[in-house]
Structure formats: structure tokens, C-alpha cells
């Protein structure tokens, strides 16, 4: 054998190359560094001002600026003079090989490590922070930042104005004018509830001279259930919200709407946001919490705080069956989905290695994964395991008890109604196996074993000696079945159609009369058996002697009373699952007239380990004694839940003969009603049940060396991240972690909290975050434009007791805000992507937006709030190859639009709405030509544009005014004079031309006016907000 | 009063063109792309030297092809079968790895004057073997899929960036107005879906369009106007509107995007329905793509519409083979490859007979490739299945330039490491564009103040393949 050593590249990180990071730099950066560069940039000489010998020397740079910044490929001076792209060219005694750039760059970009000064730790080590890491901006606690002092205050509406003002000041910038007031309506109602404002609402507001005319405004879009929908989209992108599980099956998630619902309340009604997201990691737990002392500040339900842990729950799922085979891949998604939604991190990397990039261990990775994996997870239903499973239930557990024993009630009730019923029809008829559980002895063919649905074995006969007589459970029938001494085995057994199960609350009764025949002198007894299955599951034993009659009482026979010779007995029990007890009644029939005597006896415990279930009843020669059992007549055999009348109490009267035809046909009839009501009331679940997360079994997780969970490292304790503090969780604890955990999150000690909601608000309104990378506020993320803006927002956000309408508030008071979007040839230059602010950012309006505003001009926009989708109904059987797809037409606003995972919706995914399968945090506009063809030619657009054409039409106006209306609606301005005219003849060549094509004249006008309106929802004025 | 950015006659001529054209020239004349000026993004525009090709037919086999099975045979490693090595790292793993050689079941053979070794994967491709240049050695920066596809497609694994596709559509614009510059034929999204075909920071309208085979391959592509004058009236209209609005607010990208969007999307409406229209191909023509075969008929439909939509000038078309699940990725069991091979055989076969007899091989480049091979090795010694293994792969191309009939670059004797000739993604993409007449170095785009490339700092156009 050969043995061959191979080098292999790295790709966790898809950076090549394959090699470790120590490897690399010693193999490739160094012996540059050394060969190239140090003999002038080195421990001699420092031309330039600059030591390229320590990774501090690159960073600090020369003379002329930093060589390289790490992680920065575009900046730095290295790289452009090794390019040899300026006037500086380095090293001066040629280029280097395009390779070796390419090393360096990737070493660049990669975060330029270098041993002596920074080692990542392995896992499994307590891992080590740099104070450089520490340092990092976003670690800092959030500073009070006092608002600058600027030159112009004249341009100020507020102290935000302030910050922006004075970078504008910097930079030799003046900030173009306010914008006019059509043009300020139409942006706060895009902006706030995502949908435009009415003629009526624009003209209101421009009639309103009073300084507060805006925030007049500002508060009554606030105050709309609108602004939940609008702004909730914005959570749901982050939450990264879908209808369906994602596996390769996709199955359709029925409660998720519950959590989308919620999230839009939770919008309307300000909820604080510290309470929103704690009510999200932890809902469950603050639940049986708030029973106690303290709650919430905001008012909410039980109910609506474990529907909000649906925020875990809701990601992408890969298990096909509730197991945790690929729950490592759940726990994955749930901490990456945290870490950058909640806290602006990027936790993911660290599942395989120390984060390389980030203060973020292996260690904090699993300690996370401990949390959740002490949790219990709702399942979507997957290939291997078809439906939901582990819905968490949104009550109380005293109150599923309540809910269990209500419905008990109701079933028994029902029960009885039927019971009746059948009764009745058993009286009419002649015909008692209609009439109830008679188990059929009165269909058997007298004379004969008795046979289906009964199973037997061994000497058996149908008889008419063993009718009993006693007649108040059943009418008096013809026979019972007679058995004789056999083998021990021997005997008859009948499965219930309706097996009995034990619920909180619920009792169960069994009655059998029993006669043994003549003075017998056999030695043995019979059993009676009642239980699930052949001896499956016992629930109770009764063993009879010619002697005596004995119960048995847990593992034990107890004697309850003597057998009379030659007289019948009827035995009845009841059973009582919640005390594991039963009771009994044996009552004679010592003169044809009257039962005589009555033995009761009670407290008899039932088989140890009784499943609850009861469907089977089985007589043989298994008794308390053995040897040959007794002739035995059994009949009158029931199971039911409701109490059997006692002996003597009724008589049901012999059956009748002729049955009565149309007495039978009410009775079917009812019959029918009470069955089917009977049977929704079973199958009504107990109580509403939501797709989330509870508390599981409390564990600490194992590291998965390079993030394969079959490579066990060492244990890891459940505590928050190392870089935020590194709390452990109280050694009292109990929990799975998740209460403290959104502890530690939402503190105000945690400087991510605060600040990356702000920045998410900030990006809300215009366009672009103060940190423009929303979801990475780490070292790889790109800084803030301005830091003191962020944090005396977040301070702002902190003191206003985070509620975010108070921060849409200030921000939409800013001049900052209500500028005009119109561009100023010297900002241009020097900004010419606005970071300053020197404008408002036109933007072309998302896809939710677009869908309901033509929805709302076409008149058929559908403001009530739905619930679920119209699913299939299980069982399903969706497959990897046959997975679940669907497409729920419907005119409610857009982000009640079904989302499924694997198949994105072709409207949303068109218009660039968010991906489901991760958090997003921004959304990129795109412009294509399929979207054109969907503008064009989609029925939805032509259909909108249809009911739009009709109420312009229907209103009584020239066709000027309309014209107006028109622009109104669609761009927030009326049209110019000259637009007033080229829409006319556009109306006039319009109506030619479909009369040239022969268009029936009473349809050319609303055609004219269909298409006029087609033309102006896709102008650049309605699907752009100025 | 907005001061004015730039003169009247400047934003007319930026924004004329297409309906406007229309509107001035007569109502109801035909949509002509030949009247826009030279500042229309997607205007055809020399490259920076002659071509040898016009366009691209670009084949993606998703899901890592293996190199030692399809066009780079290893006698050594069935000789050596069974035997161990050691790998320094495995399924992403560091370490010392004693691994099992494992030989290719699939037989060789030699085809055509070039005697160029196909395996019996590939029997028709075999038979054009003389038309095509095989690139063995190939590496790139990532072994798994969806970043290997990125890198395969953009250049870089690890950040968002323009496709090549978008790249040529910007460095030559396109002949046809009324059809997509780049046109992506794909029954299924490949793995990082919509990415691979993004422009990412170039102008989106030279991202590419994503085509799904079906009964309508294009949304919305029917009217519903009751005539085309109709709509020739309202898209005038429209423009109309979107002018004036553009003439208030001053020159902006995304507003001029808008506009070109509707151009483009009303000449798609007649120019795309008639191109994926196969009906009155010839009987002959659709028995060679394997149209009338079941396990032929997607991908040969595939092939027959890219050489349909390549007549009508389309500038960048690919071809996804699968999609992100089903593909080649046969961990499992090599023999799975039979499925997928058989599926393709056919129709590139056809593709390329096609071109040639129509005479477009000549000036259309036909480039295959996957995202990686897969391991000569594995951790046991009858495993069926192999591994990712982005060091060593095997990616062709053929007409358009690329001399036919020869093997381009070597790996070693298991078709572990390149040995000779080793080719980078950024080498394939530097000679896509140089056949194209766009040299890779110059062919830039200003974005966040750095000069972007395809090929980023590196490439070298593969000179010895070229005819």
C-alpha cells in the first residue's frame, strides 16, 4: 500500500483556502511578508512609518494610512499598491505573482490572522476574548450622547435633526427642501399602514394649516389596525415567518397564523418591545408566571403568550418525524435566527468551530443549544410522522382538566340521548341488538356455538335455559350462551365496536347476569375478563366458583359473596379510572317476581398498570381455583358510560312485533342527529392548541465537534453569550433556560438590545439602517454611520419604556424625514447614495404594498383580519416527491397571503418580498421585465384596474374631475394641465381604436377607463413613494 | 424650483427609445430596438477586440459531476483499487484519513479522429467529441454546493456578485430588444436559487430571466388587451407619464429600470411564445434532441429552445440540469449518475450537432460545467458512493472559438490533484469573455469606489484552447 499525504481546502467558510488558518499564513503570508516587504517595513527600518512585521503594524499602517483594515478587502493601501493600481507600487523590484495577491486578500478578508497575537481557541477550552474584540463598538454600553451643536438651527424640527444636521454641516452639505404636503401624506401611509391615502384624506391634510397637521397625521395612522399589518410584515421578514415546515415534504403549518395574527396585535397595541420579544423566547413560562404576583405591564393573555413563542418554533424545519435525528439542524436555524434578529449577531459559524471572525465560542453555541434543547418543540408534520405533533395547548392545565371534564359530561349525555334512542327502536322493532349492547346473542343461530362477531372455543351452546330474566338493562330476549367444563383455555371472548377510555371525570360501567345451573360440584371457576385486548391490558377480574363470587382487588382475589345455587345474578360495576378503583353490585333473582338480595361491595382496586382502555370482554376457565369449571349461562352483557338502571328499578317491556314504519323512520332520523352530534363533540378538540415551544427536560448540551452531532465533546452549561456577560443559569433552576435567557437578551445592560431595534425602525423609515447591516451589528458588520445617532435613538427607546410608535413619532417629526426626495446637483456628487440624509430615498414600493393598493382602488380589498388557511384536511400524505403546494387566492391585505418555504409564492416571489426560509433583513428591489409582464397582463391587475374604472365612473363628474381623481388615488398629486389633456386624448384614441376593433359601444367607455387605470397603477408615480 | 441636472434633450434621449419611439413614429409600428441610441444599457456595443463568438450556451450539471467517471479516466486508480490513502482532510474534517481508492465502474472509450476518452456515461457526447475541448484539472475555492455553485456562476463563493451572464449582458448589450439579454432555462431553482443569475450591483436589467419549461415557460407573457394596438396605446401612455415624472425628479436608475422593464417585457410577449414554440421544428430535428424519449424529453426541450432563443440573439443562455435536489450529488451510489447521464446525453449531443449544421457552432460558445467533482477515495472499500471534491474536476467547451477535439489539463494518477495545465473558475470565466471580445481585465464596474471584475484579480484565459 501507498500511502499519499493530501491537503484538502477548508470550505466551511467557503473562503479558500483548504488550509488552516495558522497553516496558511505560515505557508503563504509570511515568507511574502518576509521576503518581500520586511527588509524596509521591519524591525530595521521603517520606511514610511511602517512595520509590516505584526499584524498591529499592518493595521496601524504608515505614514499615508492603514495598510490593510481586516476583513476589508476594499480598503487599506496594501492591496492597491501590490496591484500596482496607483502611483503606489509595491515591492518596487516587480509585481508580485497574481496568486500570491490573491493569498493576501483572502488573509485580508478573512480577518488577517496572525498566531503570535491572536489564537483561536479549540473547543472545548474556555475561550479566550481579545480585548481588541471586546472593544468592538457594539459591545460598548450605550453612551448619552448629547445632540451636537449646528450651524444653521433654522433647518431643525427636532433634536434628532441635530446629529444629521451637523455631519451634513461637515461636509459643506445643505439638505434639500421640506416636502410639499401631498407628497408628506403619501409617504407616512405607505410608510405606517402600507397602503395610500384617499383624495378626501389628501385634501383634509393639505387644508390643515396647524403646525401639528403632521403629527395629527402620524397618530391617527398609528391609532389604525392598519399600521400592525404593515409594520408586523416588517417583523415577520426578521422572524422569518412561513405557512409551511420547509422539509423536503413542506408540510402546511395550520396554526402558524396564530403567531402572525399576534405579532400584528402586538404591533397595534405598542407592546413594549422588551415585553415582546421576552413574551417570544419565554411566553410560556412568563404564563404560569403571570398567575402568580406580578404581570406584565402590557396587558396580555395566557393565551397570546404561548402563541408568541411560535417566533422559535416558526423557522425552517428538517425532521421528517418528531425525533431528534435532525434536531441539531432545528436548534441551528433557531440560535442563527436569534442571535441576528434579536441581537444583531451571527451565531452560526460558531456551531462547527470558534467563530472566526467573531467573540463567538463554540462554547456559547452550545450553551445556547442546551436551552433550547430543554425545551419541547411543536412538529409540522413531516414524511416519516404525517401530522402536527407536540402542539403546545394555550391554557392553563387546571383548565384542560375542566375543558376534559366538560366534555366528559357532554359525551355521557349525548351518550344517554342515543342510548335512548336506540332503545326505543330496540322496543319497537322486536329486534334487541338494535336496541344496545345485548353483544348480539339475539342474532346467533339458536341451538349452536355461538358464533361472529363472537369468538369461542371449547363446549359452548345457545340456549334458551340461558335467557336470563332479568329484564331492566335489556328486553327480555330468547337466549344466552351455555358453556361447560372444557380446557382452562376454553371460553368466548367480543371486541367492542366502541372501545371505552378513561378520561378525568369519566366512569365506566359493566353489567353481565350469570347463572350456574342445578347444584354443581365442580371444583373450578370461570373468569370473567374485562380489559384492552387479550389480556393486553387488564382493567378487572371476576372469577366465579360454584361456591362463591370473588373480584380481584389489585393482585389479589377478594370474596364479595356467595353463589346461590340454580338462581341468577346479575352483577353490576362501576369503574372509576381518576381513583384506579371500582365498585360492585350483585344483585339475585330469587322469585320470578322481584330480586330478592343485593351484595354490594366497593373500593376494589384494578389491575396495576391498566392502560385506560376498555374494549374486550373474554369468559373463560382461568379463575381463582383451578379445575373444571361449572356449567355457566352468561347473558345481559353491557358496557357503557352512563349508569345501567338498577334491578327492579325498570322494566323494559317484551319487544313488539310489528314495528311501526314511520315511528321507525323518526327514530332513525334521530338516531342519525344524535350520532353525528355525538361525534363532532368527541372529535371537538379539548382546547386551541398553538405551533410553538414548552418547557421539555432540563439538559445540559455536549459541543458537536465540527458541528456533527454524533462527535460528542464535552458538556457545555446552558448560559448566555460569553461577549454579553456569560451569565450561568441559577444552579436552582429548573427551567429549560428560556426565562432567563430572555432575561438576558432583553436587559438594559445588553447594548445590542436597544440598538438594533432602533437601527431595524430607522431602516423602516428610510430605507437604509444607521448600521446598514441590520442583522450584523459584529466585526464584520459594517460600523454606524453616525454612533451617537444610534444610541441617543436607543436611549430614546429605553426611556420611552421601548415603545416603538413613540419612536416612529420622533423620527417622522424629523426635517430629516419630511424632506423632499428631489436630487441637488452638488449633494449629488459628494453623496450621490444619500448616506447623509441630505434627501428623502425614493423607493419603489414592496410587493405587499403594490398588491393592496391596487386591491383597495379596484374596491376589493377585504380589511377583515382572516385566521388560518384553507388547508387540505388530514390525513395527509405529502412526500419529498409529492410535496404540499398550494396557492389560496384571496383579496385580504397581502401579508395574509399563504408563504409556503419550498415553493415561494410567484406574486411575493416576484416582487422581492422576503425569503422565508431565513431571517431577512433587508429586502433588495428589483426591476425586471417579468414583473412588467405581470403589470401588463396579470388577471389581478386588469381586474383591479376594472373596479377601479367603475366607482370613477360611478361617481357623477366630468371627465376632468375623474381624471383627477384618478391621479389622486394612484400618486397622492393631481395631474397637470397638460397631463389633464394627454389623459383625454389618451381616453379619446383609446375608445377609437376598440371601436375600430369593434368593440360593442357600451363597453368602450369603462375599457377606455379600465386601461387609463391599468396605465396608472403601474406608472413609476403609483409604484414609487416619493 | 429643482435645479436642472441635465438638459431636456439629454433625458430624452436617455429615456427615448422603445414606446416613445413609438409614439412619435406612428402608433401602431412595430417595437424596432435598432432606433435606441448607443446610451441604452442593453444597446449592442463592441467588445474590446474581434470575437470568435457571439454567445453563450452555458450547461450547468448541478450537484458535483464526477471528473473520473465522465471525461478524465484513471487506469492507476483501477489498477490501485482497494488500496489505501491517506487524506489530510475529509468531509470537511482536518485529520489523518486512511481512505479506500475506489476504480470508476464506468468503462472508457476513445471517440472520434481526436481519440478523445469519454466514459460510457456519455456515448453520443462521445460522438461530438472532435467539436469539443475538454478541461481536465479544473478546481475552485468551495466544496459545498451552494457556494461552489455561486463561485461557478459569479466568480466568488463567499459574496454576492454579478453572474457571468450579467456580466456579458453589460459588456456587449444584446441584438434583440424584445427578448432578455440573459435567459436562465432551469425546471427547477439550482441550489442559492435566484442568486446564481442576479446582477447583483450591474443594472437589473441584465439579470437573468428565469424561463421554467411548462406549459407557460413565462408568466404572464399572453396579453389580455383585446388587441396589440391597445396595448401599444397604453404602454405609449404610460412612458408618456413616466417621462414627464422623470423630467420632474431628475435622472434616476430605478425609475429608467421601470421604464425599460415594459420595452422589453412587450417585446417579449411575441418574440418568447414563438421561440419556445417547437411545434414546427422537424420530426428529424426532434428525435435528435430526444424529444419523443421520456428520460430525454426535459432537458432536450432545454436544448432545442436555447438553440432557438440563441437564433433570435439572445446573448447568455443557461441550461440548469436538475436543480438543488435529485441532481448529481450521488453520495450514495455512483450508479445514480446512469439516470442523470442518459438524461443529457442526447440533447447536448443534439445541441451540438445542431449548431454546427445550421452553421452557429462557429460563433456560439457552448461551455459545460459542474460545481465540483467528486473523491477518488471513500471510507470504505466497496462505499458505492463518493464525495465532493472541489481540487480536481472536469468542465468543457466547444464551438465559438475552442479548439475541438482536444484535452486541456491533467490531474494526477487518481484524479486527485491537478497536475498539469490547473485551471481556476476565474481562468474559465477570463476565457469565456475573451472569445466573447471582452478582455477580463478591462470589462469593470465602479461599485462601492472599487473597479469590480468577474474574474476579481485573477484569471488567465486558457490560450492553448483556443482555435
Known amino acids: ?714 458538556e457545555v452549561p446552558r448560559r448566555f453569550l460569553q461577549i454579553l456577560g456569560g451569565d450561568f443559569l441559577d444552579p436552582k433552576s429548573r427551567g429549560s433556560g428560556r426565562m432567563e435567557l430572555a432575561h438576558w437578551i432583553t436587559r438594559k445592560e445588553n447594548p445590542l438590545f436597544a440598538r438594533v431595534m432602533v437601527n431595524r425602525i430607522w431602516q423602516g423609515h428610510f430605507g437604509r439602517g444607521i448600521v446598514p447591516t441590520p442583522s450584523d451589528f459584529g466585526l464584520r458588520g459594517d460600523p454606524p454611520t453616525d454612533p451617537n445617532l444610534l444610541d441617543w435613538l436607543a436611549f430614546q427607546f429605553v426611556e420611552s419604556g421601548y415603545s416603538i410608535k413613540s419612536m416612529h413619532r420622533l423620527i417622522m417629526a424629523s426635517a430629516a424625514y419630511q424632506r423632499s426626495s428631489n436630487g441637488k446637483e452638488a449633494n449629488l456628487a459628494f453623496d450621490p447614495n444619500n448616506h447623509l440624509l441630505w434627501r428623502f430615498s425614493k423607493h419603489s414600493l414592496d410587493a405587499e404594498s403594490v398588491r393592496d393598493m391596487m386591491l383597495a382602488l379596484g374596491g376589493n380589498l377585504d380589511l377583515t383580519i382572516p385566521k388560518g388557511h384553507p388547508f387540505p384536511p388530514e390525513p395527509w400524505g405529502f412526500t419529498i416527491h409529492a410535496p404540499f403546494y398550494a396557492l389560496y387566492e384571496s383579496n385580504h391585505r397581502s401579508v395574509f397571503l399563504m408563504s409556503q418555504r419550498n415553493r415561494r409564492h410567484p406574486y411575493l416571489a416576484l416582487f422581492d418580498a422576503a425569503d422565508p426560509n431565513i431571517s431577512t433583513a433587508e429586502r433588495i428591489p428589483t426591476t425586471t421585465p417579468t414583473q412588467a409582464l405581470y403589470l401588463m397582463n396579470s388577471p389581478f391587475v386588469h381586474d383591479q384596474a376594472k373596479g377601479f374604472a367603475k366607482s370613477l365612473l360611478a361617481k357623477n363628474q366630468d371627465d376632468v374631475t375623474r381624471i383627477q381623481q384618478a391621479h389622486l388615488f394612484t400618486r397622492g398629486t393631481g395631474p397637470s394641465p397638460a397631463e389633464i389633456t394627454e389623459s383625454l386624448e389618451f381616453l379619446q384614441s383609446y375608445e377609437t381604436a376598440l371601436k375600430i376593433n369593434g368593440t360593442p359601444s357600451p363597453q368602450v367607455r369603462s375599457m377606455a377607463w379600465t386601461a387609463l387605470a391599468r396605465v396608472l397603477f403601474t406608472s413609476n408615480a403609483a409604484l414609487h413613494v416619493d | 424650483m429643482q435645479p436642472s441636472l441635465f438638459s431636456r434633450r439629454e433625458l430624452l434621449q436617455r429615456a427615448s427609445g422603445g414606446f416613445g419611439a413609438i409614439a412619435l413614429a406612428g402608433l401602431f409600428q412595430q417595437a424596432n430596438g435598432s432606433q435606441d441610441p448607443p446610451s441604452d444599457p442593453l444597446f449592442p456595443k463592441q467588445g474590446h477586440f474581434p470575437s470568435r463568438a457571439d454567445r453563450v450556451i452555458f450547461i450547468y450539471s448541478t450537484g458535483g459531476v464526477s471528473h473520473i467517471d465522465t471525461f478524465d479516466p484513471k487506469p492507476k486508480l483501477t489498477a490501485d483499487h482497494g488500496k489505501t490513502i491517506t487524506a489530510s482532510r475529509w468531509l470537511n474534517k482536518p485529520g489523518k484519513f486512511d481512505r479506500y481508492l475506489i476504480k470508476s465502474r464506468f468503462p472508457f472509450k476513445q471517440y472520434g479522429r481526436s481519440g478523445t476518452w469519454v466514459s460510457d456515461l456519455f456515448p453520443q457526447l462521445g460522438s461530438v467529441m472532435d467539436d469539443v475541448c475538454v478541461i481536465n484539472g479544473m478546481w475552485c475555492e468551495s466544496d459545498g454546493h451552494d457556494k461552489a455553485t455561486l463561485a461557478a456562476h459569479t466568480g466568488s463563493a463567499q459574496f454576492a456578485r454579478p453572474s457571468a451572464g450579467s456580466w456579458i449582458s453589460y459588456g456587449l448589450g444584446t441584438p434583440n430588444q424584445n427578448l432578455p439579454s440573459f435567459m436562465v432555462l432551469a425546471p427547477a431553482a439550482p441550489y442559492a436559487g435566484a442568486q446564481t443569475w442576479g446582477s447583483d450591483f450591474l443594472p437589473a436589467c441584465h439579470q437573468g430571466t428565469h424561463v421554467i419549461p411548462g406549459p407557460e415557460p413565462l408568466a404572464h407573457i399572453r396579453p389580455r388587451t383585446p388587441s396589440r394596438n391597445l396595448q401599444l396605446l397604453e404602454l405609449a401612455h404610460l412612458k408618456r407619464i413616466n417621462q414627464n415624472g422623470l423630467l420632474q425628479s431628475g435622472p434616476d436608475n430605478a425609475l429608467e429600470a421601470r421604464i425599460r422593464s415594459f420595452e422589453t417585457a412587450f417585446g417579449m410577449q411575441t418574440e418568447a411564445p414563438e421561440a419556445f414554440n417547437i411545434a414546427h421544428e422537424t420530426e428529424e430535428t426532434l428525435k435528435l434532441y430526444g424529444i419523443d424519449q421520456k428520460t430525454t424529453s426535459g432537458f432536450g426541450w432545454q436544448c432545442l429552445v436555447a438553440r432557438r432563443l440563441a437564433e433570435r440573439g439572445v446573448r447568455f443562455l443557461e441550461l440548469i440540469d436538475v436543480g438543488s435536489s435529485n441532481n448529481w450529488d450521488s453520495h450514495g451510489d455512483m450508479a445514480d449518475h446512469i439516470r442523470l447521464a442518459k438524461a443529457i446525453d442526447r440533447p447536448i449531443a443534439a445541441l451540438i450537432t445542431d449548431l454546427k449544421r445550421r452553421g452557429m457552432l462557429e460563433r456560439t460558445l457552448v461551455v459545460w460545467t459542474t460545481e465540483f467533482g467528486r473523491t477518488a477515495f471513500n471510507a470504505k472499500a466497496d462505499h458505492p458512493g463518493r464525495e465532493h471534491h472541489n481540487l480536481a474536476f472536469t468542465s468543457w467547451m466547444a464551438g465559438g472559438g475552442v479548439k475541438g477535439g482536444m484535452v486541456h489539463g491533467a490531474t494526477d494518477e487518481y484524479g486527485i490533484l491537478p497536475t498539469k495545465d490547473k485551471s481556476y473558475t476565474h481562468d474559465l470565466h477570463a476565457t469565456m469573455l475573451h472569445l466573447l471580445g471582452l478582455d477580463h481585465e478591462r470589462l469593470t464596474y465602479r461599485h462601492a469606489g472599487r473597479d469590480y471584475r468577474l474574474t476579481d484579480i485573477a484569471g488567465n484565459v486558457l490560450k492553448p484552447i483556443l482555435a
Open chain 1, 1 to 714: 500500500m501507498q500511502p499519499i499525504l493530501l491537503f484538502f481546502v477548508a470550505s466551511c467558510l467557503g473562503i479558500t483556502p483548504a488550509l488552516d488558518d495558522d497553516v496558511f499564513f505560515e505557508s503563504k503570508i509570511r515568507p511574502v511578508l518576509v521576503e518581500k516587504c520586511q527588509k524596509c517595513h521591519g524591525s530595521q527600518k521603517q520606511q514610511g512609518g511602517l512595520r509590516l512585521d505584526t499584524r498591529s503594524g499592518l493595521v496601524k499602517g504608515g505614514d499615508t494610512g492603514p495598510a490593510i483594515i481586516p476583513g476589508k478587502t476594499g480598503e487599506g493601501l496594501l492591496l492597491g499598491a501590490l496591484a500596482y493600481h496607483g502611483d503606489l507600487k509595491m515591492p518596487p523590484s516587480g509585481k508580485l505573482a497574481l496568486e500570491t495577491i490573491k493569498d493576501i486578500e483572502l488573509w485580508i478578508a478573512k480577518g488577517a490572522f496572525w498566531p503570535t497575537e491572536k489564537n483561536p481557541t479549540p473547543g472545548g477550552r474556555t475561550q479566550v476574548i481579545m480585548p481588541s474584540d471586546r472593544a468592538h463598538w457594539a459591545f460598548q454600553q450605550l453612551k448619552r450622547p448629547v445632540p451636537p451643536k449646528v450651524k444653521n438651527s433654522a433647518l431643525l424640527q427636532n433634536e434628532m435633526d441635530r446629529f444629521l444636521q451637523s455631519t451634513l454641516e461637515r461636509s459643506n452639505l445643505i439638505p434639500v427642501d421640506k416636502a410639499n404636503k401631498s407628497t408628506l401624506i403619501r409617504r407616512a401611509s405607505f410608510d405606517l399602514i402600507g397602503l395610500p391615502p384617499t383624495p378626501e384624506e389628501i385634501l383634509a391634510f393639505e387644508a390643515d394649516s396647524s403646525p401639528n397637521a403632521f403629527s395629527h397625521l402620524v397618530d391617527r395612522l398609528l391609532a389604525s389596525p392598519r399600521y400592525g399589518e404593515r409594520w408586523g410584515r416588517h417583523w415577520l421578514d426578521v422572524a422569518r415567518y412561513a405557512d409551511t415546515a420547509g422539509d423536503g415534504a413542506d408540510y402546511p403549518l395550520p396554526e402558524a397564523w396564530k403567531y402572525r395574527n399576534w405579532v400584528i396585535r402586538s404591533f397595534n397595541s405598542d407592546m413594549p418591545y422588551n415585553q415582546f420579544v421576552r413574551e417570544q423566547i419565554a411566553g410560556d413560562i412568563l404564563a404560569n408566571e403571570n398567575r402568580g404576583n406580578k404581570g406584565p405591564t402590557h396587558p396580555t393573555t395566557l393565551s397570546d403568550q404561548i402563541i408568541a413563542t411560535g417566533f422559535l418554533a416558526i423557522g425552517k424545519r428538517y425532521g421528517y418525524a418528531p425525533n431528534t435525528d435532525y434536531q441539531y439542524l432545528d436548534f441551528a436555524d433557531v440560535i442563527e435566527s436569534t442571535g441576528r434578529s434579536l441581537l444583531g449577531l451571527s451565531l452560526g459559524c460558531a456551531r462547527c468551530h470558534d467563530h472566526k471572525y467573531e467573540p463567538i465560542g463554540t462554547e456559547d453555541y452550545y450553551a445556547l443549544y442546551g436551552i433550547f434543547q430543554s425545551s419541547q418543540w411543536s412538529f409540522p408534520g413531516g414524511e416519516e410522522h404525517k401530522k402536527p405533533d407536540r402542539l403546545v395547548p394555550v391554557v392553563t392545565t387546571g383548565e384542560i382538566h375542566r375543558l376534559a371534564a366538560q366534555k366528559a359530561e357532554n359525551v355521557a349525555a349525548l351518550k344517554t340521548r342515543l342510548r335512548e334512542i336506540l332503545l326505543q327502536k330496540a322496543h319497537l322493532s322486536g329486534d334487541p341488538i338494535v336496541g344496545g349492547p345485548d353483544l348480539g346473542f339475539e342474532k346467533q343461530k339458536p341451538k349452536s356455538p355461538i358464533g361472529s362477531p363472537w369468538l369461542a372455543l371449547g363446549p359452548n351452546i345457545l340456549s334458551p335455559q340461558a335467557q336470563s330474566p332479568f329484564n331492566h338493562i335489556h328486553p327480555q330476549g330468547k337466549q344466552g350462551v351455555r358453556m361447560s367444563a372444557g380446557a382452562a383455555n376454553d371460553g368466548v371472548r367480543y371486541v367492542f365496536a366502541d372501545p371505552v377510555m378513561a378520561s378525568p371525570g369519566k366512569k365506566i360501567h359493566f353489567s353481565i347476569d350469570f347463572h350456574v345451573p342445578g347444584k354443581s360440584v365442580s371444583p373450578g371457576a370461570f373468569r370473567l375478563y374485562v380489559g384492552r385486548g387479550v389480556i393486553a391490558s387488564t382493567a378487572l377480574d371476576i372469577s366465579i366458583s360454584s361456591q362463591s363470587i370473588m373480584v380481584k382487588n389489585g393482585t389479589q382475589w377478594d370474596l364479595v359473596g356467595p353463589l346461590n345455587p340454580d338462581t341468577w345474578h346479575s352483577l353490576n360495576i362501576r369503574i372509576d379510572p381518576d381513583s384506579k378503583t371500582y365498585d360492585g353490585l350483585i344483585t339475585t333473582f330469587d322469585t320470578p317476581k322481584l330480586p330478592s338480595t343485593s351484595i354490594p361491595f366497593s373500593g376494589k382496586k384494578l389491575a396495576p398498570g391498566w392502560d385506560g382502555v376498555i374494549d374486550t370482554f373474554i369468559c373463560d376457565g382461568i379463575g381463582h381455583v383451578p379445575g373444571s369449571v361449572p356449567v355457566h349461562d352468561l347473558d345481559n352483557i353491557a358496557l357503557g358510560e352512563v349508569p345501567f338502571a338498577k334491578p327492579g328499578t325498570t322494566t323494559l317491556l317484551p319487544l313488539a312485533t310489528t314495528p311501526d314504519k314511520g315511528k321507525m323512520a323518526q327514530l332513525d332520523m334521530l338516531q342519525k342527529e344524535a350520532t353525528s352530534r355525538l361525534n363532532a363533540e368527541v372529535a371537538r378538540p379539548l382546547h386551541d392548541v398553538a405551533y410553538g415551544v414548552a418547557e421539555g427536560q432540563p439538559t445540559n448540551a455536549k459541543i458537536q465537534k465540527r458541528g456533527e452531532p454524533d462527535k460528542l465533546g464535552s
